[in-house]
């Protein structure tokens, strides 16, 4: 039950941090493409108390942890993230981000906040 959790935690930190991308390479697509490095921050639940994951925006579409994770982050920013039940969203800004995310995915309800900083 524990490692669901963690699982849970680690995926949910990987597609907020692909989410939270800005332009790394002249042929980036969006201003937010690119590595970021994403921790979330349990404050609700019985989940793990933090994680932190490296995930990668391309073309404004999150990538990281396998297929698992879907969303996408907007022109101005915006984060809309989907990882195997969990949902995160929030903004980015420059080289940095934060949100909130919240995650049943494991049969225990969990939510929290995620802060994304440039690689």
């Avoid at 963690?6 to 991308?21: D, E, K």
């Avoid at 993230?81 to 980015?92: E, T």
Wanted: aromatic share 6%; with cysteine.
């Amino acid at each position: 039950m524990r490692s669901d959790r963690v699982r849970a935690l680690t995926f949910i930190a990987a597609a907020i941090s692909g989410l939270a991308i800005s332009t790394i390479s002249a042929g980036a697509q969006t201003p937010y493409d690119g590595l970021w490095n994403v921790t979330i921050v349990t404050k609700a639940g019985s989940c793990e108390p933090t994680a932190s994951s490296i995930v990668t925006v391309s073309d404004g579409k999150v990538s990281g942890a396998g297929d698992a994770i879907t969303g996408s982050v907007g022109r101005e920013g915006a984060v809309r993230v989907s990882i195997r039940g969990a949902y995160a969203n929030g903004q980015l800004s420059g080289n940095a981000g934060s949100g909130k995310w919240n995650s049943a995915s494991t049969g225990v309800p969990c939510s929290g906040r995620w802060e994304a900083s440039r690689q």
